[in-house]
């Protein structure tokens, strides 16, 4: 569970709850903000513009890459170079061949198809093709999920402002009774606040995590990649190590080359 996400969501519901109530109407000022019909046409309407732009399939993804905002890829940088490491020093000791049985062992199953790539004596230049071909398919699945939720972000404003449109109109309709104008006015700018909501709290946020998570992603294929075409050129591992060790931070690389000496050392 990405906790982060979770204590957004919580907290940033709980600030606008927090700003309606803390008004002279207190708790009840909850009811001013609640209209059925502003939530049809704002959340309703914004669904079914992005369903047009989209086929279904694409549509029901979208719903459900929700969840990777809540459960993004478990991604460990620092831990992909030092496997990559240990399977450089296996084949620089053993043999390509060598990497087989090591690549059993693996949980990652695109190190694990690089690894049995490298294995089979496949070209460099094929290897790199097919590694990057697959790299290429992951992204343009994640850009459909961060489109999707772009889209909602977009789509949630103008539905607002549609909501809000369509009552003022029935606001103008009834101008005879002045003491009904207020009550109609604030039932039209709730859509409005609606689509705000959808846009700010849920949609943008979910399309930015989306993004983090494909980046992190990313670059941890692109490090197995950079790292196996290494080992088939037959690098030292040490070379391999200060390449791969370029992915990481100042920060990350600090860390790692200290884990590392701290490994060198127990050894």
Not at 183 to 193: E, H, K, R, V, Y
């Amino acid at each position: 569970m990405d906790l982060a996400t979770l204590i957004g969501l919580i907290a940033g519901m709980a600030l606008m709850i927090f700003g309606i109530v803390s008004g002279d109407q207190g708790v009840s000022a909850l009811g001013n903000f609640y209209d059925f019909a502003s939530v049809l046409i704002t959340f309703g309407g914004s669904f079914m513009a992005v369903l047009v732009s989209c086929s279904m399939k694409d549509f029901i993804e979208g719903l459900k890459s929700i969840r990777m905002t809540f459960k993004p890829p478990q991604l460990d940088e620092a831990a992909t170079i030092k496997t990559v490491m240990d399977l450089s020093n296996i084949a620089r000791k053993e043999g390509l061949l060598a990497l087989e049985e090591a690549a059993n062992n693996l949980e990652d199953e695109f190190l694990k198809k690089g690894v049995l790539l490298v294995v089979d004596g496949t070209d460099p230049e094929l290897v790199r093709v097919i590694m990057e071909t697959e790299l290429d398919c992951m992204e343009s699945r994640h850009k459909k999920n961060m489109t999707f939720w772009d889209n909602i972000a977009s789509m949630g404003p103008a539905w607002g402002m549609i909501g809000t449109l369509i009552g003022l109109v029935n606001m103008l309709k009834k101008l005879d009774d002045p003491s009904s104008i207020g009550p109609a006015m604030a039932t039209a700018l709730i859509t409005t606040f609606y689509g705000s909501v959808l846009a700010n709290w849920l949609a943008t946020p979910a399309s930015n995590k989306l993004k983090v998570n494909h980046e992190e992603e990313y670059r941890v294929k692109v490090v197995i990649i950079e790292g196996l075409l290494s080992i088939q050129a037959g690098e030292n591992p040490r070379v391999i190590g200060e390449k791969l060790k370029s992915f990481l931070s100042p920060a990350q690389r600090v860390a790692f080359e200290q884990e590392e000496g701290g490994g060198e050392a127990d050894g």
